[in-house]
């Protein structure tokens, strides 16, 4: 088994944290997009979106999509659970992880893929600034909202840590340290959450 | 229990579909959007992104986002398993079922939000003609791929129905009435599979 992975990129992180928290090791395998190693015809056989990260069992059987990767571990190594304990809490994690990836994971990615940098990398990608305008927008828009329900708990998703707040680190950084989108400094109640999930020890995978 | 939900959408029929593949029966509540419904106070308290469909428990409790929904009721009834029977399938209905929202009902929502239609029902909203296109064409490049994939299995996962088949039908169904965006005849495999899918009684939730 192997983690094709971009140790920059937040997709990818997420899988990382989340084995961390599972205590589990996979070997993994850099894709070196910069040369373009997620559109060579041997990549695209293992994933055909071209995108990081992508599992390889030792069959040759490859699950792409971040959360994907993550809920197979969760069905192979169910403790702690990370997507949910019960049928209520299963669908508020799920919840809280899509509005994150639909409502900042997108917008960041708009504001992402039509900013600067991109443009230098990926320069006959169209670049459409009216959309990293509405992406900017939505994400502190989002922020905002984040910091309101985290004023009445703890996590994410309620009390307990969940695959919602790995989301919502691996974004938030990417989005603070790569899009120069970092949530204001009042949002208190937002940077007391992400002081706490930042110390636990898979933070740093 | 309630299911906030409305007719003509594609998210809460994907529910719809789902829930009539599992013979269960839950009371809906329609939410008229034109009427600005889901933007009240009281809808924004049940779901802040004000969106539909929201599930509202006996309790209180709502859990929004169509496939958290439909998660609940998967662990609430297992049988028949619409999201995969074991890790790998597991893995691989979540991944289908994500690719198609990003890379689909994405494409196809950016296509629509930019469109004739919202244009005039929302006439404040900021139109982005190139955001459009760019909808387009990725919808219809997914298409392509979709009817590859479908040349090798009976269902969009493999050869078990699932979640990702009801995703694929209820966007493209969206697509092709309300965006413009109806698959190209020659997708001979893509039809194929739409005339199956259609023709189970769940198709007309």
Chains 1, 2 share one sequence.
Not at 148 to 177: K, N, W, Y
């Amino acid at each position: 088994m192997k983690l094709y992975d971009v140790t920059a990129a937040p997709n990818p992180r997420r899988v990382r944290v989340f084995l961390a928290e599972k205590g589990i090791e996979v070997p993994t395998v850099q894709v070196d997009m910069r040369r373009g190693e997620h559109r060579t015809p041997e990549f695209l056989r293992r994933n055909p979106s071209g995108k990081v990260p992508v599992l390889e069992l030792d069959d040759g059987t490859c699950i792409a999509e971040s959360v994907a990767i993550c809920r197979y571990f969760e069905a192979l190594h169910p403790e702690p659970p990370l997507f949910g304990a019960d049928p209520v809490s299963i669908g508020l994690v799920d919840m809280a992880n899509r509005q994150l990836e639909f409502e900042l994971l997108g917008p960041v990615g708009q504001a992402w893929v039509n900013g600067p940098v991109v443009a230098r990398l990926l320069p006959d990608r169209q670049q459409i600034p009216a959309a990293k305008e509405q992406g900017e927008r939505a994400a502190r828009a989002f922020y905002r909202r984040l910091n309101d329900q985290l004023a009445a708990s703890r996590f994410i998703a309620g009390e307990a840590f969940s695959v919602a707040d790995i989301t919502a680190l691996c974004v938030i950084d990417f989005a603070a340290e790569l899009v120069d989108l970092r949530p204001e400094d009042e949002l208190a109640e937002l940077w007391r959450w992400h002081a706490e999930v930042s110390s636990r020890p898979s933070a740093s995978a």
